[in-house]
């Protein structure tokens, strides 16, 4: 089984709908991260979580609100989707502890209309 | 200037032979720096990690470090065209927080028999 999931893995949607985009992980990681991912721009940060109670803004938060129900759910909510939030976004988990690094879900590719 | 900067590429080499890339930073004081590997469409997937402290080689790849330059360079020996896929470059950095790894923006590696 993944360790860290993500639904829907595609969604299409209209502009103005709200999106809820979900990440699971059984890694036992404290640290959740929401990215996106455009062509020629790379990953960028939308929101980040070091533990249930601590949620912070990462670059690019505007447009997005994100809930961390439990050490192992981290959803990402695009309130009202515009066609420019058309993107991949990938849900990471980090460890406190050891080397940090960040581990990857599949994926969900949105498409906003 | 980016934080991250990876040239997009693509870097053509034919099989067996060594690839190289490059990617340059920004904050002197960054502490590790990490390469994934992506596959079209595909999630990030860690190939190795560093710390400023010194370079590391594992199986075909090696991951070098030029602090007094500020690049870190992945190079790929024996390259198969499996290693082709984007190739990004991440740095963790004491400035914009604790564990906020920036991305750059990948360089598409081709491998051609």
């Known amino acids: 089984d993944a360790d860290v999931t993500q639904t829907p893995r595609n969604r299409i949607t209209k502009t103005g709908k709200r999106i809820m985009l979900e990440c699971s992980q059984t890694k036992g990681h404290d640290r959740m991260y929401w990215y996106r991912q455009d062509p020629g721009l790379g990953l960028r940060l939308i929101y980040y979580?070091?533990?249930?109670?601590?949620?912070n803004k990462g670059e690019i938060s505007d447009g997005y609100s994100v809930s961390r129900q439990a050490q192992a759910k981290f959803s990402l909510s695009l309130e009202s989707a515009i066609p420019n939030q058309t993107a991949l976004y990938f849900c990471a988990t980090s460890a406190l502890r050891g080397t940090d690094t960040q581990y990857f879900g599949p994926g969900t590719r949105l498409t906003v209309l | 200037q980016k934080e991250v900067e990876q040239n997009s590429g693509p870097l053509s080499v034919p099989e067996g032979a060594i690839a190289s890339l490059n990617c340059t930073y920004s904050d002197r004081g960054s502490q590790s720096f990490f390469w994934y590997r992506q596959y079209s469409g595909k999630s990030p997937e860690l190939i190795m990690f560093?710390?400023?402290?010194g370079d590391k080689e594992d199986g075909r790849f090696t991951a070098q470090l030029n602090k007094a330059s500020q690049y870190v360079s992945l190079l790929i020996r024996d390259s198969q065209p499996s290693d082709s896929a984007t190739y990004l470059c991440?740095?963790?950095?004491?400035?914009?927080?604790?564990?906020?790894?920036?991305f750059g923006a990948g360089t598409r590696l081709a491998v051609h028999p």
């Open positions: 560093i710390y400023s402290n």
């Open positions: 979580s070091f533990d249930v109670k601590d949620i």
């Open positions: 991440a740095v963790r950095g004491i400035s914009g927080g604790y564990n906020k790894l920036i």
